[in-house]
């Protein structure tokens, strides 16, 4: 198993600011993901966070907009750029060894 | 569009009710996993089925897994409030990458 934990758990922030997301796992695992959830609702992979080389982002995800790093395989961040109101969600860090693993999630809202 | 459908979309069961939620997709996936979510935290891994027609049991849930790979059943025995929750599915074909369902909320009234 892994435990994940992400910081921080939940923020308020200005349209037009930046929000950097992290995630820390207790073991190193080779697959790290980034998913986005609106409240009650299914998970929307945003990117595979690859150590040592770019992410591979989903369709309809860029790397401007949502920057993400992968120094070592028990870390990883997410940046939300130039958020908007659209940008509120629940951002989750996920790692897989056959079996996903989530972390609690980070609760965005983007006045 | 889904690539895993899930139904129905929303439940509100009284307790000692039973429950089936359906999985359904038209691809082959080679493994399915479903996932219960509560409030402010992520999802938790349920089960795991790799096997066409293999059934599982966690207590008072069952897990099936279509013959063709392409569907899956959760099954609920005599519900309970601690049951309540966003219920998801989620699929792959090389534990690279995974599909995840539209999701059931489930609510089960005391």
């Known amino acids: 198993s892994a435990v994940i934990s992400q910081k921080p758990s939940r923020d308020i922030c200005q349209r037009g600011t930046s929000l950097t997301i992290q995630c820390q796992v207790d073991?190193?695992?080779?697959?790290m993901f980034w998913y986005r959830q609106q409240p009650g609702q299914s998970l929307t992979l945003i990117a595979t966070?690859?150590?040592?080389?770019?992410?591979?982002?989903e369709s309809g995800f860029v790397i401007d907009k949502f920057p993400i790093s992968r120094p070592n395989l028990t870390f990883s961040t997410l940046t939300v750029s130039n958020m908007s109101p659209e940008d509120s969600s629940i951002y989750l860090c996920?790692?897989?060894?056959?079996?996903?693993?989530f972390g609690p999630g980070t609760r965005l809202l983007v006045l | 569009t889904q690539l895993l459908e899930q139904s129905p979309q929303f439940l509100s069961i009284q307790e000692g009710e039973n429950l089936t939620v359906y999985c359904n997709s038209s691809?082959?996936?080679?493994?399915l996993q479903w996932y219960r979510q509560e409030p402010g935290e992520g999802p938790v891994l349920l089960v795991t089925?790799?096997?066409?027609?293999e059934v599982k049991k966690l207590k008072r849930l069952t897990f099936q897994f279509g013959d063709a790979r392409k569907d899956s059943s959760l099954h609920i025995t005599a519900a309970q409030p601690g049951d309540t929750g966003l219920y998801l599915c989620?699929?792959?074909?090389?534990?690279?990458?995974?599909?995840f369902g539209s999701g059931t909320k489930l609510n089960v009234k005391p």
């Open positions: 996920s790692v897989s060894t056959e079996t996903q693993y």
């Open positions: 073991s190193q695992v080779t697959m």
């Open positions: 966070a690859n150590q040592g080389s770019e992410a591979t982002y």
């Open positions: 691809s082959v996936f080679s493994s």
């Open positions: 089925v790799v096997t066409g027609g």
């Open positions: 989620a699929g792959t074909y090389n534990f690279n990458k995974f599909y």
